[in-house]
């Protein structure tokens, strides 16, 4: 599968950003996708995942209430819909796609390249 994540950029805090994440080479239904993001310094953390039906989706704390995650199957794409940004938000944030649904990075096998996103105070 290859992965390709967009939609980054600037914003001020509290404001919003939608990033999209786009599969291609094989079947994306059969797949659950996540998000995860590292901060400059900062391991990589899990965001937020999906299940292949939407049936499922999983968060971390630090972001519950405030990002939505939602995939289109037909379109074989996933977004990450991001309110009520913060400073603490900002990041590189990299789309996943894995046999298995979790919140472990390593149970996803490919991965995006990454978008930036930056939340001003």
């Known amino acids: 599968v290859q992965l390709q994540a967009s939609g980054g950029g600037l914003v001020q805090a509290g404001g919003s950003l939608r990033l999209s994440c786009a599969a291609s080479?094989?079947?994306?239904?059969?797949?659950?996708m996540g998000w995860f993001r590292q901060a400059p310094g900062k391991e990589r953390e899990f965001v937020a995942a999906?299940?292949?039906?939407?049936?499922?989706?999983y968060y971390s704390d630090s972001v519950k209430g405030r990002f939505t995650i939602s995939r289109d199957n037909a379109k074989n794409t996933v977004a990450l819909q991001m309110n009520s940004l913060k400073p603490e938000d900002t990041a590189v944030y990299y789309c996943?796609?894995?046999?298995?649904?979790?919140?472990?990075?390593?149970?996803?096998?490919?991965w995006g390249q990454g978008t930036l996103v930056t939340v001003s105070s």
């Open positions: 999906i299940g292949w039906s939407a049936g499922s989706t």
């Open positions: 996943a796609a894995g046999v298995v649904l979790g919140t472990r990075s390593e149970l996803y096998s490919y």
């Open positions: 080479g094989r079947t994306f239904s059969n797949y659950a």
